[in-house]
């Protein structure tokens, strides 16, 4: 079929060869790219699987990509159990306040940092930006000895504490946040705000009436980025907390369902699922915001 | 309060005092500083502090009373296991980088070529591993490869290969950390390079197809030179957070088999924590700086550069 277009259209030929050229990398993209969905998303699905299984069909020795007696035996138990709940809570708690506490930091100190300046305020910009590059991993020692001796102080005791998460979570989203701030706020045009100014406005005022309203779009996309990493945050509740009721969700999981050496696999891939959902659901909903705050971190500036 | 009471008795000079308060509280600087105070606090108590205190804890005996100057690092540099930390860390971390920049590389142009109706889809489902927490779906992984019931191995034994001891063996568990390391992060990149293919101009790609460029000639001399930033800038961004990475290796292997798969930071985890000895921990996290300070540079480099652009 296809060499016989190509010898009898002598003038057409060319168009025809790219058109049928496109048609192939078309069908070849797709190929590929079912391959890498297939890679991308068979863990998950995995998890949902497993999450449907009875413990007996688990160490059973069938098709482990299928479920014969599909149950949610998984889900009710653990959505039933006090412990579970406890630990959604508290990282619903912590998620919450600190979405919160790092919104009412990081808008006012972009919009000081990108609209008026003071004495060394560029210099704070940039090292905003490097404090976002400090990870959690070289912190978590010194903040370890720092608590313990605030505790020898004042008698106050943050460790083993889930509300001691708060105070340290922002030092991984404030940065970031005020960052992509800072992006977005530069975008606005002067204008805008000089109006205000000249018009009688305040600079709190300007700041709530025009930037805040304006910049929405980079708002929505920090507070998506800030609920997500301190509901992913896992090295910080590992270190600071170790009761079980103080856990949060994903430190939770791990050390409660694993006991010793008995894994019970239905269960904790069913918690490591629902421990997804809430970024998986709001990231089905608003994946622009999600992908806008993403890329505008490393993008703008 | 105190303001209005001297008010009342000292009219006058209360007013000159007061107006002058208010004239350096209405500044513009001022209420600037004001609005980055929290700022400031936050990144002076919880993070500038905490790194310089960690240089002084590296510093000190294990029960943190003796001053031992160097005493940590000498140490470390006499045991084997540092040295293995190190191999892996730099190993783990470049390796994995370079896999997730091709393969996001890869996918970027795959979900370009799509037509604009469909991107949105793929570009949807190929994110996923990037919005579950990293340490949901690493348990995601430890099932799947499980010594006793890992269904890799299952799908392995029906074309009759024996079960592969997936974090048993020194060498599997580090492909496998590397593995789901990719897996994570490769959505990332991809996201990245989406975004600055789209930037491209479509007219360089038509100038060139009349000037006959192949498709290599095309992403050899538009496509690459045209993202080279943001290539430069992801690399740089991923390279900080693999070398820094803990949630992976903790849940995958927690460092075995025999610490062979230890990071910096999960080794760090075992003795500054679990073992109790908070300044040789402190000790070995500070040598993620140095590659830290690099990166930082080279991006700072970038972002200046580009601050002079504009």
């Not at chain 1, 049928?20 to 998890?47: H, N, Q």
């Not at chain 1, 959690?136 to 889930?162: R, Y």
């Not at chain 2, 002076?44 to 690092?73: D, E, W």
């Amino acid at each position: 079929m296809t060499t016989v277009t190509l010898d009898k259209a002598g003038p057409s030929r060319k168009i025809g060869s790219m058109s049928r050229d496109r048609k192939w990398a078309m069908r070849w993209s797709y190929v590929f790219l079912t391959l890498f969905a297939v890679f991308f998303l068979f863990p998950p699905i995995y998890m949902f699987i497993t999450s449907l299984k009875t413990s007996a069909e688990i160490s059973a020795a069938t098709n482990p990509w299928w479920v014969y007696n599909p149950t949610l035996s998984n889900y009710i138990e653990l959505l039933t159990s006090n412990q579970f709940l406890t630990f959604f809570k508290n990282s619903a708690l912590v998620s919450i306040f600190v979405v919160t506490l790092t919104m009412l930091i990081s808008i006012p100190a972009a919009f000081a940092l990108a609209r008026m300046r003071f004495w060394g305020s560029t210099t704070l910009a940039t090292g905003v930006f490097l404090t976002y590059l400090i990870p959690d991993t070289l912190l978590f020692i010194p903040l370890f000895k720092m608590f313990a001796t605030f505790a020898q102080w004042t008698g106050i005791e943050l460790i083993n504490h889930w509300w001691v998460l708060i105070f340290v979570y922002p030092t991984l989203t404030v940065p970031f946040c005020t960052w992509i701030m800072i992006g977005y706020f530069a975008s606005i045009p002067k204008e805008l705000d000089e109006a205000a100014i000249v018009d009688g406005a305040s600079w709190l005022q300007t700041l709530l009436r025009i930037f805040v309203p304006v910049a929405l779009p980079g708002i929505i996309a920090a507070t998506i980025f800030a609920f997500t990493v301190s509901w992913a945050q896992f090295l910080y509740p590992l270190a600071f907390t170790s009761s079980v009721d103080q856990q949060v969700l994903p430190t939770g999981i791990i050390t409660t369902l694993i006991k010793g050496d008995v894994f019970n696999w239905g269960q904790i891939m069913t918690g490591a699922l629902l421990g997804a959902a809430p970024p998986l659901i709001i990231y089905a909903f608003l994946m622009d915001y999600y992908i806008s705050g993403l890329t505008a971190g490393a993008t703008k500036g | 309060m105190v303001d209005a009471a001297q008010s009342m008795t000292q009219p006058i000079r209360a007013r000159t005092t007061r107006s002058g308060l208010r004239k350096f509280l209405e500044r513009k600087s001022t209420i600037a500083f004001f609005m980055a105070l929290p700022l400031m606090l936050l990144i002076a108590i919880m993070v500038i502090y905490p790194a310089f205190y960690s240089l002084h804890l590296a510093t000190l005996n294990k029960s943190m009373q003796r001053f031992v100057g160097f005493g940590n690092f000498t140490f470390l540099f006499k045991r084997e296991t540092f040295w293995m930390v190190v191999q892996q860390s730099c190993f783990f971390a470049i390796t994995a980088v370079i896999f997730k920049a091709l393969i996001g590389f890869v996918v970027a142009h795959l979900v370009h070529n799509l037509p604009d109706k469909g991107q949105r889809k793929w570009r949807g489902m190929l994110l996923v591993p990037w919005v579950i927490p990293p340490a949901m779906s690493t348990l995601a992984w430890l099932w799947l490869f499980d010594p006793s019931y890992s269904a890799f191995n299952w799908i392995l034994a029906q074309v009759g290969i024996g079960p592969i001891p997936w974090t048993g063996d020194a060498s599997w568990a580090r492909f496998s950390v590397i593995l789901v390391n990719i897996w994570a992060g490769a959505p990332f990149f991809l996201i990245m390079y989406l975004a600055a293919l789209k930037s491209v101009p479509e007219q360089l790609y038509e100038a060139a197809a009349i000037d006959g460029a192949n498709w290599w000639q095309r992403i050899w001399y538009i496509t690459l030179p045209m993202m080279r930033n943001i290539i430069a800038i992801t690399t740089l961004f991923s390279l900080i957070v693999t070398f820094a990475n803990f949630d992976i290796v903790r849940i995958l292997t927690a460092g075995g088999p025999l610490d062979k798969t230890h990071l910096f930071a999960t080794w760090a985890f075992r003795i500054g924590i679990e073992g109790n000895d908070i300044p040789l921990g402190a000790s070995i996290s500070l040598f993620m700086v140095p590659i830290l300070a690099i990166a930082a540079v080279f991006i700072l480099r970038d972002i200046n550069k580009r601050g002079n652009e504009a």
